[in-house]
């Protein structure tokens, strides 16, 4: 079974627009990491956004937002008012607890993200 | 300074060739770890040091070989390897193996001929 699922393989969004990219997970361990990362098609890949299944607030980062339903396990990311920079893949990664699952950092397929002017 | 760099951008090489993939952070970070990524897909973990000594290797054929000479510096050996091996190699590191995020670097394109 998947660790992480993102149902979007691409969006397409009009520039100034808010988006909302979706993620779900599945985990029994009460000790988990949420993260985003944004790959550009140079490579690399961007941290944005991180959130841990104990923190009360949802995270925010600047236009970067987490909407983190705990109950629902999902983790989606708002972007607001997008920018043509912002085009890129969007990767959700989740890294449990645990001594082995905390070292590892499972990836979805990713969200081909899109930004029209 | 959030730089994890990597050497070299692009790599082209014969089955019978040996070469090698160099990370470079200067960070401070003890944990550091090797991604592969095929095109459209995502990052799948090959290799995690923490304090220089292997942790994990997730079933990763020989003919990968990692080293870590120190903390700062992580290295993949390349050895005899096949078509299907051309991939992005992604380096990142860690404060610890358990702190909240990796930070990668812009990663070697490998093309296996």
């Known amino acids: 079974a998947q660790k992480i699922t993102q149902t979007q393989p691409g969006m397409f969004v009009q520039e100034k627009e808010a988006v909302t990219l979706d993620c779900t997970y599945d985990t029994s361990d009460p000790s988990y990491g949420l993260f985003w990362y944004k790959q550009p098609s140079s490579g690399e890949m961007i941290f944005l956004i991180y959130?841990?299944?104990?923190?009360?607030q949802n995270a925010t980062e600047g236009r970067y937002s987490l909407n983190f339903q705990k109950a629902r396990k999902s983790a989606n990311l708002v972007i607001s008012a997008s920018q043509l920079g912002d085009s890129a893949m969007y990767f959700c990664a989740m890294r449990e607890g645990g001594k082995l699952g905390a070292q590892k950092l499972v990836f979805g397929q990713g969200t081909r993200l899109t930004i029209n002017p | 300074d959030t730089e994890v760099t990597q050497t070299p951008k692009h790599l082209v090489m014969g089955m019978t060739n040996k070469k090698s993939l160099k990370c470079e952070q200067h960070m401070g970070h003890r944990a550091m770890y090797w991604y592969k990524q095929k095109a459209k897909k995502p990052p799948e973990l090959m290799f995690v040091?923490?304090?220089?000594?292997?942790?994990i290797n997730e079933s990763v054929p020989s003919r990968f070989s990692p080293e870590c000479p120190n903390s700062s510096l992580l290295n993949l050996h390349l050895h005899a390897l096949q078509p299907e091996d051309s991939a992005l190699y992604l380096c990142?590191?860690?404060?610890?193996?358990?702190?909240?995020?990796?930070?990668f670097g812009p990663g070697t394109r490998l093309t296996v001929t």
């Open positions: 990142a590191s860690s404060q610890e193996l358990a702190t909240y995020e990796q930070y």
């Open positions: 040091y923490s304090y220089e000594k292997l942790s």
């Open positions: 959130q841990g299944s104990y923190d009360q």
